[in-house]
């Protein structure tokens, strides 16, 4: 796997894109969405730099009947355009009419979900690049039987840039047992109902509850309900961390529009785990 590049590469870029403001997108109709997903993923240097670079279509040899059906080349490609084209403004018309191969139900010319458009190219990418793997080590071992070495490693470039890992855990108030789950995350959704800044609902999100009363915790060590203290934490930070903004009030609620504010510098120490502030 290539070396993660988390800073902008200025040899990658053209002279235009290097001293010229963002290419912009036009709406081809509904197409907000798309749009500002292309625009955060084009602007997030380590997939930008990897797809300058062409990394993935250079080796994506899928079993593929076309090319142009792999996800991660049409994305690349959108990517390397968006920062080589020497225009001002640009039309998204190939990933537009491609939108069945990131989400078979989305439809050109509806409304959609920013959030839930960005997973979908996200996961397709990554699942993608682990079907690559694959493909790649049934090969190797085909030409040496010895060769079973990565085998079960779904480690790719996406999961490397946006993939990070949160922790459940649980812990008895009468024996002080603690019980931890962990699941792995490509990003974090906020509530900002009560919330007017982003440092506030992170707060929230990470903040312990109690288990008491008709939500006691059944500890296997004390072998009845107790009181427990539950909170989340990041066992592993992202690299690149996606927060959706959760804009919507309920299932029929209207949207929540108003202001959150956010600081340039977003500091995750106080909400990792101790065993990660540990190994730092």
């Not at 609902?201 to 009181?227: A, H, M």
């Not at 959706?244 to 956010?262: M, P, S, V, W």
């Amino acid at each position: 796997m290539a070396v993660l590049q988390m800073n902008w590469q200025p040899s990658l870029l053209r002279h235009k894109r290097k001293s010229s403001p963002p290419l912009g997108l036009r709406n081809l109709g509904n197409t907000c969405y798309l749009n500002s997903v292309l625009q955060c993923l084009t602007y997030t240097p380590p997939l930008a730099n990897f797809c300058l670079q062409s990394l993935h279509s250079s080796s994506c040899d899928v079993a593929r009947e076309k090319k142009s059906e792999c996800p991660f080349c049409i994305l690349e490609k959108r990517i390397v355009r968006s920062l080589s084209l020497d225009l001002p403004l640009d039309s998204p018309l190939k990933i537009n009419r491609c939108l069945r191969i990131f989400a078979q139900h989305f439809r050109t010319g509806m409304q959609e979900d920013a959030h839930e458009f960005l997973r979908y190219v996200i996961d397709a990418c990554h699942n993608t690049c682990l079907q690559l793997k694959k493909l790649q080590q049934q090969r190797k071992k085909a030409g040496n039987g010895n060769a079973t070495s990565g085998c079960g490693n779904d480690s790719t470039i996406v999961k490397e840039i946006f993939g990070g890992s949160l922790q459940n855990q649980v812990k008895c108030l009468s024996c002080g047992a603690e019980s931890n789950t962990v699941d792995e995350i490509m990003d974090i959704s906020l509530d900002v109902l009560h919330s007017s800044s982003l440092k506030d609902s992170l707060q929230k999100f990470f903040q312990p509850e109690i288990l008491d009363g008709n939500n006691k915790y059944k500890c296997d060590k004390c072998n009845k309900l107790v009181t427990a203290r539950k909170q989340m934490s990041l066992l592993q930070a992202p690299n690149v961390l996606v927060i959706q903004l959760k804009r919507f009030e309920g299932i029929f609620g209207g949207k929540i529009d108003k202001l959150i504010n956010f600081e340039e510098v977003l500091v995750l120490s106080s909400y990792m785990c101790e065993e990660s502030q540990v190994g730092s």
